[in-house]
């Protein structure tokens, strides 16, 4: 019965061998839960997921087994990959906007392990015998719900590592063919892409602790010439976001105006740039105030991939300060593109 935490994994730095292999999906993370005519998503945190996805709570009624539990990831396609906005804009509290969306930009669920089935429960099975069950509860299934391709052969997995990141996947899970499911805990591994770029660092939050930063806020420019806010870096230890403060004052601006991001809290700009947050259905009576300074320090950051092309998908990490790099070098032209590859090759049409 729901709530049940999904199994995590643990960031590695190559590709493990001798493992079960596939590919990581960037999208909600969801345990489905069947029982006749009763159909339940529950999110990683345990929340239920259901309300917002109804084609997809058909779909599944259709297509899995009266009784099971599967573990798998909610995604939508777009133009031959995946498309993470589109998936956060499925999260609304009016349910005319959902039904809306749902019909506009449909979701699909990509399944990848199988937790019960019928009378029985699967945790304390070997994944190589979840998998195989998997497959056969499965084998009927259609759009939208998928079977995660899958392998034991590394060097497929490897491939599979270069290929899907032009689908907007990113990276790769192994995990233990003789695993047992273990619910919250990081029994899995994943190796993720990992590339630089150097930006432009426009202005910081202060942590919720105090004065200190909390996270630096990042900018590249566009072909027009314009500071687009591209998201943040924030992991730093407590002694290091005090001295980011201190070496930041020089450049601190009294207040936002004459900077690039000026009217960042007037929700029409956000229209035709891409500025730091307003605030939204996501943040809600959270801060969003930050503290501007003037865009001539650069950084080189790490980062995973690039949603849409426009922003870092994840938080990007701190690498150092580039005294050599001038701010009005820091654009998207540097940003290295993956080659295209079109999910229906990895999902079928």
């Known amino acids: 019965m729901p709530p049940v935490k999904p199994m995590l994994a643990k960031s590695v730095a190559a590709i493990p ?7 990581k999906w960037d999208g909600f993370r969801a345990i489905v839960f069947r029982d006749g005519d009763e159909v339940e998503l529950g999110s990683r945190t345990g929340k239920p997921l259901t309300r917002y996805f109804p084609e997809l709570v058909a779909a599944l009624r259709e297509r899995v087994p009266e009784r099971c ?55 304390d099975v070997p994944l190589t015998d979840r998998r195989a069950l998997l497959e056969r509860a499965l084998a009927g299934a259609d759009a939208p719900v998928h079977l995660a391709p899958a392998t034991t052969d590394v060097e497929v997995a490897r491939g599979w590592f270069e290929q899907y990141e032009g689908a907007g996947l990113d990276g790769i899970v192994a995990k233990p063919l003789t695993l047992a499911y273990r619910p919250d805990e990081r029994a899995m591994f994943k190796i993720k892409h990992e590339r630089t770029a150097d930006v432009v660092v426009a202005g910081y939050r202060f ?21 687009q806010h591209v998201g943040v870096s924030a992991a730093f230890p407590m002694k290091r976001r005090a001295e980011l403060v201190e070496e930041l004052e020089p450049l601190r601006m009294a207040d936002v105006s004459g900077h690039p991001w000026a009217a960042w809290g007037e929700a029409a700009a956000h229209e035709s740039a891409r500025l730091p947050g307003a605030p939204s259905r996501w943040s809600g009576k959270k801060d969003l105030s930050w503290v501007p300074v003037r865009p001539e320090r650069v950084a080189e950051v790490a980062y995973d991939h690039m949603e849409n092309g426009a922003r870092f998908r994840h938080t990007a990490r701190f690498r150092r300060w580039r005294a050599d790099r001038t701010a009005s070098s820091c654009t998207y032209a540097q940003l290295e593109e993956p080659v295209r590859y079109d999910l229906a090759e990895i999902l079928g049409p």
Do not use: C, N
């Open 207 to 227: 942590h919720k602790s105090g004065p200190v930063v909390g996270s630096l806020l990042l900018g590249l420019y566009d072909e027009r010439g314009r500071l």
């Open 17 to 23: 061998p001798g493992m079960h292999y596939e590919a």
């Open 69 to 123: 539990v599967l573990d798998g990831e909610v995604v939508i396609a777009r133009d031959g990959r995946l498309d993470f906005d589109a998936l956060t804009e499925r999260i609304h509290p009016a349910d005319s906007r959902v039904r809306t969306l749902a019909e506009r930009t449909p979701a699909s669920f990509v399944a990848f392990d199988l937790l019960a089935l019928a009378d029985q429960a699967l945790l």
